[in-house]
């Protein structure tokens, strides 16, 4: 489902240099990552253009055209050289809504992280729908 690098867009300025500042070892799960949630949020009716910028220091995916979904964030995982994460926002209730569906599938950490491992394949369609379902949070929660 991820698009090929050629057709991302380029990221503004600072999200790049956050970006080329991951771990060596990072970069390219986290671009596979990256990739993922710009494909989903295309393939996903009514999300419409994503903003990408840094929230937190991570980069982050904002819904601001439409306002149809929660920030989506993506970066390391403090302290591990091997694992990265993306993240929403804690009072969604979203991660539990994963734990329900993908809990024996992916790694979910508290209320707001799913958690990777870069030695292990990224299970995309899981990953997609929860991404999904991020960026439809507040559009499916007015019933649009």
Same mark, same amino acid.
């Given at each position: 489902?991820?698009?090929?690098?050629?057709?991302?867009?380029?990221?503004?300025?600072?999200?790049?240099?956050?970006?080329?500042?991951?771990?060596? %070892?990072?970069?390219?799960?986290?671009? +596979?990552?990256?990739?993922?949630?710009?494909?989903?949020?295309?393939?996903?009716? %009514?999300?419409?253009?994503?903003?990408?910028?840094?929230?937190?220091?991570?980069?982050?995916?904002?819904?601001?055209?439409?306002?149809?979904?929660?920030?989506?964030?993506?970066?390391?995982?403090?302290?591990?050289?091997?694992?990265?994460?993306?993240? +929403?926002?804690?009072?969604?209730?979203?991660?539990?809504?994963?734990?329900?569906?993908?809990?024996?599938?992916?790694?979910?950490?508290?209320?707001?992280?799913?958690?990777?491992?870069?030695?292990?394949?990224?299970?995309? %369609?899981?990953?997609?729908?929860?991404?999904?379902?991020?960026?439809?949070?507040?559009?499916?929660?007015?019933?649009?």
């Amino acid at each position: 489902m991820a698009e090929p690098a050629s057709h991302l867009p380029a990221p503004p300025a600072p999200v790049a240099a956050a970006m080329a500042a991951w771990p060596e %070892g990072l970069r390219a799960p986290l671009g +596979v990552l990256r990739r993922l949630v710009l494909a989903t949020a295309a393939a996903t009716p %009514g999300v419409g253009p994503l903003t990408e910028a840094l929230r937190w220091g991570e980069v982050s995916f904002l819904t601001e055209a439409t306002g149809a979904g929660t920030t989506v964030r993506i970066g390391p995982v403090r302290g591990s050289a091997e694992c990265y994460a993306m993240f +929403v926002h804690c009072r969604t209730g979203l991660v539990a809504r994963y734990r329900d569906l993908y809990g024996g599938v992916l790694r979910l950490e508290g209320a707001r992280a799913v958690v990777f491992d870069r030695r292990a394949p990224l299970p995309e %369609g899981p990953v997609a729908h929860c991404i999904a379902m991020a960026l439809r949070y507040h559009a499916d929660r007015r019933g649009r």
